[in-house]
């Protein structure tokens, strides 16, 4: 029984991975959480709303690199973030103003809103191929490790190495101050309350004076800046393909109704909940199960990594059977 | 006689062709206690929302303190001095107690911290449980804060859509005597009210509206008095 | 649904002017040759079976929606089962495969369906803590069975003569036949995933759809037994005869050169009005039956239980199972499509499923056709196909005028290249559009 290489083999190759995948999932479904509590439609246009923002943080960086500016061992693309950010909020605060604002003073219904965002979501998906174009981009830059394989087994002794890669450590440092700042902002300011007021009670929110077009304009803003960090941390631990950012609709979206649409803890809960999930259940256990004694005939490997996404869809149906309202009671509607 | 704080006169309207308001008059003096009783389907809710200005009046005036009103949005009259606590969806659920009074303020731009002292003095029980989630209270409880809410921003007048509605006796007496207490402060109260009875018992002056007109009006206690109104209205 | 500022009294013209509109269309590009169209009535023609095709998967699309509400996501995946039909009854029995794994296959898929069966009953009948813990273990139990069945078999069949087959090949029946078996495959997923999404609010069914649909296509991708995955299956059988035994037929040569047309187009046109004249009875049979059902007792309930649920299930209509009977049959109008469109291609790459494409363009079909109404969705499908495929020719000349005055270098180059992806923005703006000003579509609902 080798418990020491059992458990580094379970960091390397589960837990560090699904942690960092994880984050990026609960940034994503931050994001699509707030719209769907607030703005009370769930949007489709999210994941190409990433997709766009990291087109745009890629050229930032791409431009910064040509100008020779760079962050050291870490990316670029951070310093392009905000800009990225900022560029894409006036874009989806135009979409705001342009489709949903017309809907919402005509109190349409959220299937409405539903529609009207695929036809966003078209325009967005054009917009990408435009300024990026189809094909695969590396844009990170820097160090690419933290703790590598070698220095680890060189360190340790161990048979199993453990990679900790820049982007991974970005990934969960970004989100956890992304998760502070977000979670301070809603409980403590003026502002977060009244996004939380008008989230829970739209009448006695305007009763009380509460501008609604401010409110829809900060959370725009907010989802926007959660989606294209999401994006952009994603791109730099993979790599940008602008598909990839469609399918992933599919987990957060699975994510943020684990959690309960509507409640941010619960976004944050779900994205980590769906993304172990996928990796465990798609992880060939086999080494593993040799390290604890096991001599097992298969893989074991519970689905191949190329039905990830199943694994999302059946705690979706799971939890629509079960429990719609999600783990922290969000709303059903 | 000193001109009344609240004057609603002669309205008439509805939420769409059909009116269900026809010349209903209310007159709320300061500090004076009103309420609005009447069969279902009167419009005394309807009234109430006219006077807040939640629906469109064909014929009618409201003035406030001598202001005429008639013309403005409900948020502005709040910004007027008008407090208004609907009968359901009257709190922020997933809120707590004190964000729920912090959001009743919304529109203060000054220190409002007295204000709220002074609301949990007025609602001990409430004021215990000030960092829960106001939606997990008991009903009584909600209804406090509910008005505890619209008193955030010093209203001059606190109108109350059935207060009482679905509480049990016991809540129903605590709350009147809250609402006595706010009076006592100063504010102006205009009330809805089913519990016809015990609330006439605390009104100032009573109005008892019949398919969207006045038919009796009078004080509190003449009305509890008067043998047909007695009859009618308060089951003997 | 929306109201609409579109004038009642137009409507009845509506529909022959649009129908108009695109014949002209179409006759221009068979025989106009400019920078806008080729001139080339094989062009004309392929984009017309596509055309067709995509009208029957509006149709599908439309009887869910229009009928019912029902915002389906995953019409990508419908379509991608239809597809299967041909595959699996048309395509030529491969040697071997069968025997190598065929009926432990089978074995499999029972073992799989019956966990599901057994699991549900069990959760349904058992006592409450007790099923907690009997539905999981069951669910477990019949997965761990399943896979100790199905994964040698199919590796088996993998196996067997890989490089041009590897999969468990078809019944070889004539492909017709296989049609209604597509069909019927997205009806029977339809039925598992309505039995569990509807009921839901509307976009909790629109995001299971988009699950269900990215699945059926990545099986499809992957269970190379199955289609051949990424390897593509090539060979499916058409029910019209191939251009080259036209070519070398003595009598059609003659006809063509009676015709003045050389025999490579003209085999090539003969082909495509052959498909394009079946395909289009099997729209108008589509149609007929969908507007007999509208008009119908049942086409009343229809549209009673959609225009006001609440009124509906007071009085007593199970709303649910009339939801049900809908998206089955709706996606089974999607699977015949699917069906059609593999015959017509002769092959079935999963690669190509790509939801952006299927599923939302054909939803921008259904709204610029006018959501619950049949002829709409058609002609809305047939117009807006041709324009999606135009668009990559139109794209590139209006971006090569618009970049024009731009002097030659990175930016005139990379936005001539992107030219292509303009469509999706026109499709976007189309869709955006149309909800926003015309609501009710092309031709509005009756």
Redesign the interface.
Known sequence: MDILNAIVAILNFVVIPAAAYGAQLALGALGVTLIYGILRFSNFAHGDTMAFGTGLVILVTWALQAMGISLGPLPTALLALPIGIALASVFVLGTDRAVYRFYRRKKSEPIIFVMASVGVMFIMNGLTRLIVGVDEIRFDDGARFLINVQDFKAWTGLAEGLAFRVSQAITLVVTALACWALFRFLNRSRSGKAMRAYADNEDLALLSGIDPERIVRLTWIIATALAVTAGTLYGLDKSFKAFNYFQILLPIFAAAIVGGLGSPLGAVAGGFIVAFSEVAVTYPWKKIATYLGFQPEGLLQLLSTEYKFAVSFVILIVVLLFRPTGLFRGKAY | MAEPYLSATAMRGGYGKADILNGCTLNVDKGQIAVIVGPNGAGKSTAMKAVFGMLNLREGAVTLGGEDITRLTPQERVHKGMGFVPQTHNIFPTLTVEENLEMGAFIREDDYRETMEQVYHLFPAVADKRNQNAGELSGGQRQQVAVGRALMTRPQLLMLDEPTAGVSPIVMDELFDRIIEVARTGISILMVEQNARQALEIADIGYVLVQGANRYTDSGKALMADPEVRRTFLGG | ??NTRQAEASSRWRAPVIFLLIVALFVLEGTTRNALFSGSWNSALAILNMGLISAVMALGVNMQWGYA?L?N?GVVGFLALGALGPVVISTAPVQGAWAAGGPRVLLALVVGLGTLAVATQVWKRVREPFNFIAMPAILILGFVLYRMVF?PAVMAIEANNSASAGNIGGLGLPVLLAWPVGALFAAAAAWGIGK??LG?????L???T???G??IV?VL??EEWLARGVKNMSGIPRPVPYELDLQNDPDFVARAAHWGVDIATASGIWVKLMYAGLFGLVLLALILLAELALKSPWGRMMRAIRDNETAASAMGKNIKGRHLQIFVIGSAVIGLAGAMMVTLDGLLSPGGFN??RYT?LV??MV?VGGSGNNWGSVLGAVLIWFLWIKAEVWGPELMNLVTMPLPDGALRQHLL??AP?????????V??LV??FAPRGLVPEK
């Open positions: 649904m929306s509400g915002f996501a994964d569990v999404a839901l609010r509307s976009d909790y629109a995001i299971a988009l699950g269900i990215e699945i990545a991708r992957n939801p952006l939302f939803w921008v709204i290249e992107s992806h303009m469509r999706f923005i026109a499709m976007g703006l869709l955006l909800l926003r």
